[in-house]
């Protein structure tokens, strides 16, 4: 419960907080002196209402003080968690109740905060200014960083996280990776488990961690997620039950990396840059790699010692990523937050939304090396790179690495060709022996060869249930290219699917294949739009394969769910695409036997002109998004709901205010 205070106490904290709302008057007005040539940036200035506050009573947990009122809100009070008592080392059978406070408020790169920041990097942070590539432009941050801060847990804490809009446009946060099995309103998605988070409003999400892993945080709202609202989420195990404990010494949150392609202003038809944490070099200048005035993320490491290291790509456009590290060699130890057999590889790929943990031994040379970047399909067409810097300690902290960031993609031990993961350009596997080798003939490792720690969750011989699926595109009325699944665009209605189960008949408000073929409509003649649910029974072994109509690769997300991937292929052909039904008939689509631990993941590359074959047990009932993850093909329509279970066996949703 929040302590009663004496009233001299009152007053004087009265008197600090009539102070700093002088101190933001200031800074706010300074801010839209200099920013009102940008007509597009609105720097909120509503207060909290009363009425808004979060519905729950203050929790009576020891150690747990939450906030049940927001007054006049100080965004200066936001910042990261670094002292916040859930980062600790993680032991077994004790787990802690967590809470944090989030602000989603416009920012800016660049922003008139900026002022010593441009000429000496280390003064950045104290202005808390968010440099980027040294180009202004609005940004929409989470307390005052972009990304937004890391939240460190533990493997079973509970969570309890006040979100605070500060924009002026609704907002929600989904937890990505949390199965969110107990709490099913707390996924975050705007009309699918929540209602939107309006503006002066906050929504205090509660929820338990259910699994370990590198996860993340960010807004499922239009672009916000474009505009900077994502952040880690790092949960940890004991180090007992860690499979990979004793292959690494350090675990450091420093060590956890976003990348994220981003676009200037609100011109969201463009990439533009790629940076990694927030920094990187400008390609709108002719300077150099190596100029001082880059802003570059540095990791710091000791010679000697081994270091787990977290990646996550926050797409927004069609721009899968390369990473590699100048003149080291990675051991991959986990993907999507789900330990695997470990991989020594030079470098993988990532799309949109998928995650790589690595150990990195610091065993070259104490210098300073890069950290490599490169950009294909949208970003390949711009040139776009990044870098950013593994320090070791002994090496000049101001120094940059010798050369340029990109050289020749060449393995360290110069007599072996160098070895990649996860490679976005997908090559045929014609049959079950070959998709079971280690290495194709590029000497890269597929998706589908990699192999997790845990067998797969269900017995020989299991009859699963087997959902098809499409990924394509279809020109409007208007010419606007719109994005669909199924054949159909996504289009909501406005009303919470979770929260107003019982309002609706299904087959009156569902728009899918069968309600719309009841109609007699063909989608694959006209467009189809409408709230697309595609219903799957509860507590059953259920297969998708999802098939992708289009020549660029699709990262597919599901929500609530951790899937296994037990087929991969490339067809080639459209008409064979359109028929995989009668094609997976006659067996042309082979999955891996249950005797090879396939690999889980929670977002997955679906290859051009080609297919994905996913497996899980549907033993969480409720409403589960299931879409693209690049923010436009999602915008524009590319993402279905996943209705698992009857209404009775989807859990009672209690009514809150505000979300």
């Not at 002088?22 to 009363?50: C, H, M, N, Y």
Request: hydrophobic share 35%; net charge neutral.
């Amino acid at each position: 419960m929040i302590a009663t205070k004496s009233k001299s106490h009152i007053s004087w904290h009265l008197i600090c907080l009539i102070w700093c709302c002088v101190e933001l008057t200031q800074a706010q007005g300074k801010l839209e002196l200099e920013l009102e040539s940008s007509a597009k940036i609105d720097w909120p200035t509503f207060p909290w209402s009363r009425n808004n506050k979060t519905n729950k009573q203050s929790h009576s947990r020891p150690s747990l003080q939450l906030k049940d009122d927001y007054g006049q809100v100080d965004i200066s009070s936001f910042s990261g968690f670094e002292r916040h008592p859930c980062r600790r080392v993680c032991q077994q059978g004790q787990s802690q109740s967590c809470y944090y406070q989030l602000v989603v408020h416009n920012y800016r790169r660049l922003g008139p905060e900026c002022q010593r920041c441009q000429f000496d990097e280390r003064t950045c942070a104290d202005e808390n200014c968010i440099y980027g590539d040294g180009v202004a432009t609005p940004v929409m941050a989470v307390n005052r960083m972009v990304p937004g801060p890391a939240i460190e847990l533990c493997e079973n804490d509970t969570v309890i996280i006040d979100v605070l809009n500060y924009l002026n446009e609704p907002t929600t946060m989904h937890w990505h990776g949390i199965h969110m099995s107990r709490s099913p309103d707390m996924d975050g998605v705007a009309y699918v488990t929540q209602y939107p988070v309006e503006p002066g409003q906050v929504c205090r999400y509660e929820f338990q961690v259910d699994r370990s892993g590198s996860l993340w945080y960010h807004s499922h709202m239009g672009w916000q997620r474009g505009f900077g609202v994502a952040g880690n989420l790092i949960v940890r195990q004991p180090h007992q039950t860690n499979p990979h404990a004793r292959l690494y010494d350090y675990d450091l949150v420093e060590h956890a990396l976003m990348v994220q392609d981003i676009f200037y202003d609100y011109d969201i038809q463009q990439v533009r840059n790629i940076l990694i944490n927030g920094k990187g070099r400008n390609h709108l200048s002719q300077l150099p790699d190596q100029d001082a005035r880059h802003r570059y993320e540095r990791l710091r490491v000791t010679p000697g010692y081994r270091y787990r290291m977290r990646i996550v790509l926050n797409g927004i456009f069609n721009c899968p990523v390369e990473f590699s590290i100048e003149q080291h060699k990675l051991l991959i130890i986990s993907t999507d937050g789900n330990d695997i057999e470990p991989v020594l590889a030079d470098g993988f790929f990532l799309t949109s939304a998928e995650r790589f943990d690595f150990v990195l031994e610091a065993n070259q040379y104490t210098k300073n090396y890069w950290i490599r970047v490169r950009g294909y399909e949208q970003c390949e067409d711009r040139k776009l790179y990044q870098g950013a810097v593994l320090s070791y300690r002994g090496a000049a902290r101001s120094e940059l690495p010798q050369g340029g960031i990109l050289e020749s993609r060449q393995a360290r031990d110069q007599d072996e060709p160098p070895l990649f993961i996860n490679d976005f350009r997908f090559k045929p596997l014609n049959d079950s022996l070959s998709a079971l080798r280690q290495l194709n003939k590029d000497n890269d490792v597929g998706t589908l060869s990699l192999r997790s720690v845990e067998p797969v969750p269900w017995p020989r011989y299991t009859k699963f249930l087997t959902h098809y699926s499409s990924l394509s595109t279809r020109q409007a009325p208007n010419g606007e290219l719109l994005f669909q699944i199924d054949e159909i665009s996504y289009n909501s209605q406005g009303i919470s699917l979770l929260q107003g189960r019982h309002l609706y008949k299904d087959d009156v408000y569902y728009s899918n294949r069968s309600s719309l073929a009841a109609q007699g409509r063909n989608c694959a003649r006209e467009l189809c739009e409408g709230v697309h649910v595609i219903r799957l029974p509860a507590y059953r072994a259920i297969e998708m394969v999802v098939a992708n109509h289009m020549e660029p690769t699709h990262p597919i997300h599901i929500h609530g769910f951790t899937f296994r991937l037990v087929g991969q292929g490339v067809l080639g052909n459209l008409n064979d695409l359109r028929n995989i039904r009668e094609l997976d008939r006659r067996g042309r689509l082979p999955r891996l036997s249950d005797d090879y631990a396939a690999v889980a993941k929670d977002t997955v590359q679906v290859p051009g002109l080609g297919y994905v074959v996913l497996r899980f047990i549907s033993d969480n009932p409720g409403f589960w998004s299931y879409h693209c993850h690049i923010e436009a093909h999602t915008v524009q329509g590319m993402s279905a709901v996943l209705k698992v279970g009857g209404d009775h066996q989807i859990k009672r949703i209690p009514a809150r205010v505000g979300c």
